[in-house]
């Protein structure tokens, strides 16, 4: 540095230092003595660089599908762009790509297609059902067990990792075969219509499933606490009156053997 910094002018230092780092100014150049080995922007090189650098990192481990759709060349660039867009502010680089899907989803070019968003969602929450707390789920038994009268108060608990979205692409599909495509760019086909999708960690292993649309229904109802025999209501629209009961029984206990189930009370 050239010379001591007077106390008043630390934040406005450390201002100009943020925005070389962030490639939105100069300015601080002027503050660095240049050595007989090398000039002042060689000097500060490792630290602009070297920032941008570990959150690409950062990024590219946590958004593989994004990474494989867009190409390596186009991912830097959007990393970069975000980069300067969202400077880090979480103490931990683990949660530091959490707006990325926003920040496709408004930012041109890449608003112009939704696909990378839909990608950048999917991806991120696997991320989160990963970090989720473990769970034991409740095992089929213990719901078999139940009396009959049980089942007018009965509400459920989903496992913490459970993740629910609905893509316009075949996203999913897509992200499955990432590993295959080599250098090619990973194409990623439109759904005929929107698709609901489930996302959850039962052990050490996210899995992820489309659901049909009454299926949607049960679980969001689920999700949202509400006891049996309104989740039962849930159905009427798709399966009727008669067949609801026998369709929700079902269904819970396809996902209580699935692991998407954390317990039930009454």
């Given at each position: 540095?050239?010379?001591?910094?007077?106390?008043?002018?630390?934040?406005?230092?450390?201002?100009?230092?943020?925005?070389?780092?962030?490639?939105?100014?100069?300015?601080?150049?002027?503050?660095?003595?240049?050595?007989?080995?090398?000039?002042?922007?060689?000097?500060?090189?490792?630290?602009?660089?070297?920032?941008?650098?570990?959150?690409?990192?950062?990024?590219?481990?946590?958004?593989?599908?994004?990474?494989?759709?867009?190409?390596?060349?186009?991912?830097?660039?959007?990393?970069?762009?975000?980069?300067?867009?969202?400077?880090?502010?979480?103490?931990?680089?683990?949660?530091?790509?959490?707006?990325?899907?926003?920040?496709?989803?408004?930012?041109?070019?890449?608003?112009?297609?939704?696909?990378?968003?839909?990608?950048?969602?999917?991806?991120?929450?696997?991320?989160?059902?990963?970090?989720?707390?473990?769970?034991?789920?409740?095992?089929?038994?213990?719901?078999?067990?139940?009396?009959?009268?049980?089942?007018?108060t009965l509400s459920f608990e989903v496992v913490p990792s459970l993740r629910c979205l609905t893509?316009?692409?075949?996203?999913?599909?897509?992200?499955?075969?990432?590993?295959?495509?080599?250098?090619?760019?990973?194409?990623?086909?439109?759904?005929?219509?929107?698709?609901?999708?489930?996302?959850?960690?039962?052990?050490?292993?996210?899995?992820?499933?489309?659901?049909?649309?009454?299926?949607?229904?049960?679980?969001?109802?689920?999700?949202?606490?509400?006891?049996?025999?309104?989740?039962?209501?849930?159905?009427?629209?798709?399966?009727?009156?008669?067949?609801?009961?026998?369709?929700?029984?079902?269904?819970?206990?396809?996902?209580?053997?699935?692991?998407?189930?954390?317990?039930?009370?009454?």
């Amino acid at each position: 540095m050239s010379g001591a910094v007077a106390p008043a002018s630390l934040a406005a230092l450390q201002g100009a230092f943020r925005d070389y780092l962030l490639g939105r100014s100069n300015a601080f150049l002027a503050e660095v003595s240049e050595s007989d080995r090398a000039d002042r922007t060689t000097l500060l090189g490792v630290y602009h660089e070297g920032y941008a650098l570990r959150l690409i990192e950062v990024l590219t481990a946590d958004y593989p599908g994004l990474h494989a759709t867009v190409g390596a060349e186009s991912f830097d660039s959007l990393a970069r762009a975000y980069i300067a867009a969202h400077p880090s502010r979480h103490p931990s680089v683990r949660w530091y790509g959490r707006g990325l899907a926003d920040f496709l989803a408004a930012t041109s070019p890449w608003n112009g297609s939704p696909t990378l968003g839909e990608m950048a969602q999917f991806e991120w929450l696997l991320g989160e059902a990963w970090d989720a707390p473990d769970c034991v789920p409740a095992v089929a038994k213990a719901l078999i067990a139940l009396p009959a009268e049980a089942w007018e108060t009965l509400s459920f608990e989903v496992v913490p990792s459970l993740r629910c979205l609905t893509l316009g692409f075949e996203v999913p599909q897509a992200w499955g075969r990432r590993a295959e495509v080599g250098p090619a760019p990973l194409v990623v086909a439109p759904a005929p219509a929107p698709v609901p999708w489930v996302i959850w960690r039962p052990d050490l292993e996210c899995f992820y499933r489309s659901l049909e649309a009454d299926q949607a229904a049960l679980l969001a109802a689920l999700v949202a606490g509400l006891p049996f025999p309104e989740l039962c209501e849930s159905l009427v629209g798709f399966e009727g009156e008669g067949e609801a009961v026998a369709r929700a029984a079902g269904l819970l206990r396809a996902w209580v053997e699935a692991g998407m189930i954390a317990g039930f009370h009454r």
